[in-house]
């Protein structure tokens, strides 16, 4: 077999799989050299694919008990939690099989090696014992769950969002530690499903990168629904007692206790830089040991790219992953120098309603530039919201007071991930709330808020009729 390659790519998830179809396309001769999760990595096997699957079937019992259509009563006669969960199994297993293993086996230049990689030299990597040459490298072996620091936990045991999304019994109770996006996914998932759920976040606010009137509304309305939220705590110690996992926490200055049947940590992530050699290779990482990289994802060897979750830029998003993979290709070999401009690229947490954002925040557009007009627009005053009994929902868009560019937008409501991505283009194409009050968005839909938020920064909408 083959064993000098023009690119060497460490990993097989999005970053990786961005790089090596760019690759292909380049006609490089490229070596994929892959180790722990399947191809695909973590998007397709153990996040995005199977948690937006569960998330939707916990959508689907949420809406059918609490549609709110007077006239309509809906039974529910069996919820089997194994047949759900087989069913997103499937799904992942039908997936990684037409969009990653075919995938790569269409790719002509490229060639698989299954194991961890270690950099042995700049241009050289071991192989389960076999020696890989290359000219360029890309690094993009993405993350595992961070476990903190809590007396006890180890012993105890815990969840990961991997063994969270194939579980063969549904826990009664359930202990979630962290209240960022997979914290709050999984939180209402599970909650939807009938377990008890307490969700306990060291920070005074779920998600602070997004607007805080927002946050707060999502925090309401997933409270509303059962869901135990502590903010501001500790956690000091983990234990078991009576068969139940026991957790102390200190919050307001005192200690307290919570128990359950499972503890699923959502804590953050860490960067898999460990046994890469990178000492070997003379790249540099920082003190969370993340990869130090410039704009276009080049390393501190000229020849050794990175991209995903191992590089210290801002977004951790398979999206960004996948394209961030796609430019250090194309960077690596064609000696390019393209990068991403991450203020425009969206977030979105999956939780019903959805949380999604592009651009600025309030606080983000104040510190950095100075000047800030923000209006903010509730869903009670958008139709479709009305005609659908979705009213919880809040816009708020923020603006440059001077030029009147649109800054950032930030949507609670149904779909947000959808609605986002006309907010992304108005971002990116630097449009101003008067493109966009010139628009003509179809009626009656969730788009319209979009529209709204703009027409407020000069007229009282609530004094407009539905189809102005």
């Known amino acids: 077999m083959k064993t000098t390659f023009d690119l060497i790519i460490i990993g097989g998830g999005a970053g990786a799989f961005g790089a090596a179809i760019r690759a292909n396309e380049l006609h490089a001769d490229t070596a994929v050299i892959n180790g722990g999760l399947p191809l695909g990595g973590t998007c397709v096997n153990v996040g995005c694919v199977p948690s937006k699957t569960l998330l939707y079937a916990g959508e689907i019992l949420h809406l059918a008990r609490h549609h709110g259509i007077p006239g309509i009563d809906i039974e529910i006669k069996n919820f089997d939690f194994q047949k759900v969960v087989q069913d997103e199994l499937a799904l992942v297993e039908m997936l990684r099989k037409e969009k990653y293993d075919k995938v790569f086996n269409s790719l002509k230049h490229a060639t698989f090696f299954e194991g961890k990689a270690q950099f042995i030299s700049k241009n050289e990597v071991d192989v389960n014992g076999r020696i890989l040459k290359g000219d360029k490298f890309i690094i993009a072996t993405g993350s595992t769950t961070s476990v903190p620091p809590i007396e006890g936990i180890h012993d105890v045991g815990f969840l990961t969002h991997i063994e969270a999304l194939k579980l063969e019994k549904q826990p009664k109770e359930l202990i979630v530690i962290g209240a960022g996006p997979?914290?709050?996914?999984?939180?209402?998932?599970?909650?939807?499903?009938?377990?008890?759920?307490?969700?306990?976040?060291?920070?005074?606010?779920?998600?602070?990168?997004?607007?805080?009137?927002?946050?707060?509304?999502?925090?309401?309305?997933?409270?509303?629904?059962?869901?135990?939220?502590?903010?501001?705590?500790?956690?000091?110690?983990?234990?078991?007692?009576?068969?139940?996992?026991?957790?102390?926490?200190?919050?307001?200055g005192k200690e307290e206790e919570v128990s359950g049947d499972e503890i699923l940590l959502a804590t953050g992530k860490t960067s898999n830089t460990q046994g890469l050699g990178l000492k070997n290779a003379g790249v540099e990482i920082d003190k969370r040991q993340v990869i130090i990289v410039n704009r276009f994802m080049q390393t501190s060897q000229p020849h050794i790219f990175a991209?995903?979750?191992?590089?210290?830029?801002?977004?951790?998003?398979?999206?960004?992953?996948?394209?961030?993979?796609?430019?250090?290709?194309e960077n690596a070999l064609s000696d390019a120098q393209k990068g991403i401009d991450y203020d425009t690229v969206p977030y979105t947490i999956f939780t019903d309603p959805q949380l999604a954002g592009v651009g600025f925040t309030e606080e983000e557009q104040m510190r950095k530039i100075g000047v800030c007009e923000c209006r903010t627009v509730s869903f009670a005053d958008v139709p479709k919201a009305i005609i659908t009994k979705r009213t919880e929902g809040l816009i708020k868009m923020a603006i440059h007071p001077e030029t009147r560019q649109i800054m950032g937008v930030h949507i609670l409501a149904p779909y947000a991930g959808e609605l986002i991505a006309e907010a992304m283009?108005?971002?990116?194409?630097?449009?101003?709330?008067?493109?966009?009050?010139?628009?003509?968005?179809?009626?009656?839909?969730?788009?319209?808020?979009?529209?709204?938020?703009?027409?407020?920064?000069?007229?009282?909408i609530s004094k407009l009729s539905c189809c102005v």
């Not at 997004?210 to 000091?236: C, F, M, N, P, Y």
């Not at 991209?307 to 290709?329: F, K, Y």
């Open 307 to 329: 991209a995903g979750d191992v590089i210290n830029l801002p977004l951790r998003l398979e999206i960004t992953a996948g394209h961030e993979g796609t430019l250090a290709a």
């Open 182 to 252: 997979l914290g709050l996914e999984f939180g209402q998932m599970y909650a939807r499903f009938g377990t008890k759920v307490t969700i306990l976040e060291r920070l005074n606010t779920v998600f602070p990168p997004s607007e805080k009137e927002l946050v707060d509304r999502l925090a309401q309305v997933i409270i509303r629904e059962g869901i135990t939220v502590r903010t501001g705590v500790t956690v000091k110690m983990a234990w078991k007692q009576n068969g139940k996992k026991i957790l102390s926490y200190v919050a307001d």
């Open 425 to 460: 283009m108005l971002v990116r194409n630097k449009n101003t709330v008067d493109d966009v009050v010139d628009s003509l968005p179809m009626f009656p839909t969730l788009s319209e808020s979009i529209k709204l938020a703009a027409l407020s920064f000069t007229k009282d």
